[in-house]
C-alpha cells in the first residue's frame, strides 16, 4: 500500500510520481499515459492518492502498472486550509522518508492525517501540530520539555536552546542562546500536548 506524496509531469503524457510506501520506505515511480483522462490510472496518479500500487522494474527503474484505489482524498480539493495542510504534511514526509527505510507508524501516521482533513475531523492547523509533532517523536528527535535537557535536572526550566535539543534549567541556561520560556511558550507546549489526544 502506498500513498502519493509528490507529483511531476513527465513528457506529454506521463507522470513522475513519488510515493511513501507502507513495506518499501519512499519510492519514485513513472507512470504511463496517466495524463490522458480515459488512462485507468489517472487518478493513481494524483497527489495524495492511497491503494494498492503494483510496480514493475526496467533497468533499475520503477514503474507502476496497476493500482486499487483506496481513496483519493479530492475531498481536500474543496478546503483551501485542508489542502494546504495536506501538502505541508507530504512535504515533511517527503523529506524524512528514506527509500528501504520506514520508521514504524509513518505510513499509518501520514494517511490518517489526510483521512482527518479530508473528512474534516479536526481543524487543519490541529492536524498539522498533532502530525509535527508524532513525525518529531517518530524520528526521535522530539525536544525534552519535562528535565533539563543538558542536565537531566528538574524545573524550573527558564530557556529553550534547539541547539540542546529541549529547555534549560537556570544553571545550563547561563550564557546559552535560546528562547526564554514564558507563560506563552507553556501555554504552546501544552497546547501540542493536548492535541496528541486526538489519537490520530
Ligand atoms: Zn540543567
New binding site residues.
Given amino acids: 500500500m502506498a500513498v502519493v506524496i509528490r507529483t511531476a509531469d513527465y513528457g506529454d503524457n506521463d507522470k513522475m510520481v513519488t510515493l511513501l510506501t507502507r513495506d518499501y520506505g519512499r519510492m519514485s515511480a513513472r507512470i504511463k499515459g496517466c495524463k490522458k483522462p480515459a488512462s485507468k490510472l489517472f487518478s493513481a496518479a494524483s497527489l495524495f492518492c492511497c491503494g494498492d500500487y503494483v510496480f514493475y522494474e526496467k533497468n533499475g527503474r520503477y514503474g507502476v502498472k496497476g493500482c486499487a484505489i483506496r481513496r483519493t482524498f479530492f475531498g481536500l480539493q474543496s478546503d483551501y486550509d485542508a489542502y494546504a495542510a495536506a501538502c505541508l504534511i507530504a512535504e515533511a514526509v517527503d523529506k524524512v522518508a528514506q527509500e528501504d527505510d520506514v520508521p514504524s507508524g509513518l505510513f499509518t501516521l501520514t494517511v490518517n492525517a489526510l483521512y482527518a482533513l479530508d473528512t474534516g475531523a479536526a481543524p487543519a492547523l490541529t492536524v498539522v501540530c498533532y502530525f509535527l509533532q508524532r513525525l518529531l517523536h517518530i524520528e526521535g528527535v522530539y525536544p525534552s520539555f519535562g528535565v533539563?535537557?543538558?542536565?537531566?535536572?528538574g524545573p524550573p526550566l527558564v530557556r529553550f536552546s534547539a541547539e540542546h535539543g529541549g529547555a534549560?534549567?537556570?544553571?545550563?541556561?547561563k550564557g546559552a542562546a535560546g528562547i526564554p520560556v514564558d507563560d506563552e511558550f507553556r501555554d504552546a507546549v501544552w497546547g501540542l500536548a493536548r492535541v496528541s489526544e486526538l489519537g490520530l
Avoid at 533539563?148 to 535536572?153: E, K, R
Fill in positions: 533539563c535537557a543538558a542536565c537531566g535536572g534549560l534549567c537556570k544553571m545550563c541556561a
